[in-house]
């Protein structure tokens, strides 16, 4: 079975570092960006299973760049999921729906867990 690829998007160079090495060490292919824009860049180019993003960017946010994912045809259909800090219930929960983001992942869960969450959305 091929690879699957990956795309870490967060403005935290630490953050994208850590969890592309643990991603790597699970035998997937990393795609890196450092923010909304360069994402939108690189998926002109790349092809992606699954994109984690940070929901809190400065310029253009996780979800205006989640946004403008779903209005292109060609990435419509790309698995997302939020990599954040925050949690989302109630109207969080609802955002999550209406930008069909498949799950968010606090940035502070368990690297077993945040590994076996990743592994379930590429199922």
Not at 30 to 52: F, H, P, R, Y
Request: charged share 35%.
């Amino acid at each position: 079975m091929p690879k699957k690829t990956i795309m870490i998007v967060d403005d935290e160079p630490d953050t994208v570092e850590s969890f592309k090495m643990v991603l790597r060490n699970e035998g997937f292919h990393v795609v890196t960006a450092t923010g909304g824009q360069e994402c939108l860049d690189k998926l002109k180019k790349e092809s992606v299973d699954l994109i984690l993003v940070d929901f809190f960017m400065p310029e253009i946010s996780g979800r205006e760049t989640v946004e403008r994912i779903r209005e292109n045809p060609e990435l419509k259909d790309i698995k997302v999921a939020f990599l954040t800090i925050a949690r989302f219930r109630g109207k969080g929960g609802k955002i999550l729906e209406e930008l069909n983001v498949v799950d968010y992942i606090r940035k502070s869960t368990d690297i077993d867990e945040f590994i076996g969450r990743v592994k379930k959305i590429l199922e």
